[in-house]
DNA sequence: TCTGGGGTCCTAGGACCC
DNA sequence: TCTGGGGTCCTAGGACCC
């Protein structure tokens, strides 16, 4: 007799918003979007009342004030947020070990061993509840035998929806969905699938052609036809949010940049934010990207290894400084972005540090020159910087 | 619908090493 | 010398997700 596991998916409803009605239980029963900018821009959420009248999350604002003119647009409060998260994934916790935190507001759950001695729908409930209770968090929850399924499952009723979603249930409850309801099939690739005649996910189970398929689906290719059967071995992975792999910070111009050195100005404060969340998380970085978009919203980036990982800000913005160099046109900026990866613990490395008496403890200016050095060998290029207006 | 900001993962060519 | 294969890392770009 083959066990089956059982897989909760949980996902907050509407997050940013029903965080803000928790703060202020007066915008409940009112139309409310999330976005930055009151009349330009786009809303990262809106709630179920501002739903009705046919807004979505990423509409822009002004198309979501045409469809629901008395709707209210309230800034966000990323701190707020990160709060509520903490304290949902701190109680799912409390649930089982097995949690596998997918976003701010979304985490897969194992509970085949942490029943509590309830039906599987039982302990859904007692959830949904118990975050509703304390923290006035709206959650629909998927219930299925792999973390795939899960995910569909809680996608099919919201708000506040609980649903099954069992091997057996596959052709009449998941076949029917148009594919790009497929969780990893995004709008590009949907119109080839369309193609090829996939139109819903039973199309794509009964495609007999892989090599065809892997045209546009690569490497994914099997894992999404097994998809399509409903099966998935993946995992739930409690490590796997543990390991952050880079940290960014960009930013768009509205009023465009125009010269450069409002870019560079620009770009200081991004390298900032971006070494003050490094220093926060105890990450030092290895890898520097800088990102460029222009008005005509065409879009390029350069990136750079350094020998060895830091988390100085005189280091990489030298860095940054060199790489917009490379990204630089005469035409107004729209977008400037700087990010940090190949991260590794601070800790870590001091421990490098002790044994082989590792770069760090050059003097700051050595450690520039040599970088400066390296850019310079690998950039040949670099040392014409012409056509800067410096 | 003319557009935020945070990320992850994949691809493909080239460099380099054995 | 004109020519193998495998593996890894680097770099730029793109797709996707929330």
Redesign the pocket.
């Known amino acids: 007799m083959k066990k089956y596991r059982i897989i909760f998916h949980i996902d907050l409803n509407a997050?940013y918003a029903s965080c803000e009605e928790a703060e202020d239980p007066k915008l409940k029963n009112h139309p409310i979007g999330i976005a930055?900018n009151s009349d330009?821009?786009?809303l990262?959420t809106a709630n179920y009342e501002a739903r009705k009248y046919g807004v979505t999350s990423?509409m822009?604002v002004?198309?979501a004030k045409k469809r629901c003119p008395h709707i209210k647009i309230v800034p966000p409060n990323f701190t707020l947020y990160e709060e509520k998260s903490r304290l949902f994934f701190e109680y799912l916790e409390t649930i089982t070990e097995k949690l596998e935190p997918?976003?701010?507001?979304?985490g897969y759950l194992d509970v085949t061993e942490d029943l509590q001695g309830l039906h599987p729908l039982e302990l859904a409930e007692k959830i949904q509840a118990h975050l509703l209770k304390e923290y006035q968090l709206p959650a629909s929850i998927g219930i299925a035998p792999n973390p795939f399924l899960a995910k569909m499952a809680s996608d099919m009723k919201k708000p506040l929806g609980i649903t099954v979603l069992r091997k057996r249930d596959v052709k009449e409850k998941l076949w029917p969905l148009p594919i790009e309801n497929m969780?990893?099939?995004?709008?590009?690739?949907?119109p080839d699938l369309k193609l090829i005649g996939i139109h819903t996910i039973k199309d794509l189970a009964n495609y007999e052609n892989h090599h065809t398929l892997s045209r546009f689906l690569?490497?994914?290719t099997n894992a999404f036809f097994d998809k399509a059967w409903g099966n998935d071995s993946r995992l739930v992975d409690p490590t796997?949010a543990e390991t952050?792999?880079?940290?960014?910070?960009?930013?768009?111009y509205?009023g465009f940049l125009h010269d450069y050195e409002s870019a560079v100005k620009a770009l200081d404060q991004l390298t900032q934010?971006v070494i003050k969340?490094l220093h926060k998380h105890e990450r030092a970085s290895?890898?520097i990207t800088v990102q460029v978009r222009f008005n005509d919203?065409t879009?390029?980036?350069?990136?750079?290894?350094l020998e060895y990982h830091t988390s100085d800000f005189d280091i990489i913005f030298e860095l940054v400084e060199d790489l917009f160099d490379q990204l630089f046109e005469e035409k107004p900026i729209h977008?400037l972005?700087v990010?940090a990866g190949?991260l590794a613990k601070e800790e870590t490395l001091f421990k490098q540090l002790n044994i082989f008496e590792a770069k760090e403890s050059m003097p700051k200016e050595e450690q520039l020159d040599k970088i400066l050095e390296s850019i310079n060998a690998?950039y040949p290029k670099n040392l014409l910087k012409k056509g800067f207006k410096k």
Request: charged letters at 25%; a positive charge; zero cysteines.
């Open positions: 997050f930055k330009r821009g786009i990262t990423a822009n002004y198309e997918a976003s701010i507001d979304e969780h990893g099939i995004g709008k590009k690739t949907v690569g490497n994914q796997r952050i792999h880079s940290i960014g910070n960009s930013k768009t509205e934010t969340r290895k890898t919203f879009q390029h980036s350069k990136n750079f290894s977008l972005g990010s190949n690998n």
